[in-house]
C-alpha cells in the first residue's frame, strides 16, 4: 500500500464532480462518459480508464475511448487539411502523430505517428518547421 494512493482517485474524482458544476451539469445528464487512451503515461492511462468504467457502470451509460492525438488534431482549424500533433511527455521523449482529412473522422497517416526519443529537442524549432506544411499544435 503505497501512502496516500487514495488522495489521487479521490481527487480524480471530486475534480469530475467540480467539473460537471462548472458546466452546470448533474450525474444523472450524462448520456456516456469518454476517457483518453493514449497515448500517454502507462498508469495514468489505467486510471483514467478504470475510473471512465466505474462511472459508465455506476450510471448505466456508454464509455468510448478516445485517442490523445486525435482529441488534440479535432481542435485545428478547420479549414486544415493537414495536422501536425506533439506532444512532450518528458524524460527526453514526445509523442508525434500527423493527421489528415479532418472532416468527420480524421486519419492518422503513416509517415509520422509514434514515440520518439529526443534528448534535446526544440519545440519552438519544430513548431516552426511543421507549421510551414502544416497546422501544429
Do not use: Y
Not at 33 to 39: K, Q, Y
Amino acid at each position: 500500500h503505497l501512502e496516500g494512493s487514495g488522495l489521487r482517485t479521490r481527487a480524480l474524482l471530486s475534480g469530475i464532480d467540480e467539473l460537471l458544476r462548472g458546466a452546470g451539469a448533474s450525474r444523472a445528464e450524462l448520456k456516456g462518459v469518454a476517457v483518453g487512451v493514449g497515448p500517454g503515461s502507462f498508469t495514468g492511462l489505467r486510471v483514467g480508464i478504470a475510473a471512465a468504467q466505474g462511472i459508465s457502470f455506476g450510471l448505466g451509460v456508454p464509455v468510448v475511448g478516445v485517442g490523445t492525438l486525435e482529441c488534440v488534431a479535432r481542435n485545428a482549424p478547420q479549414e486544415a487539411r493537414r495536422v501536425c500533433v506533439l506532444v512532450d511527455v518528458g524524460r527526453g521523449e514526445i509523442f508525434l502523430g500527423q493527421f489528415e482529412n479532418l472532416g468527420a473522422t480524421p486519419t492518422m497517416s503513416g509517415a509520422a505517428c509514434g514515440s520518439f526519443a529526443a534528448p534535446g529537442w526544440n519545440p519552438t524549432i519544430f513548431t516552426t518547421i511543421c507549421s510551414m506544411s502544416c497546422w501544429a499544435m
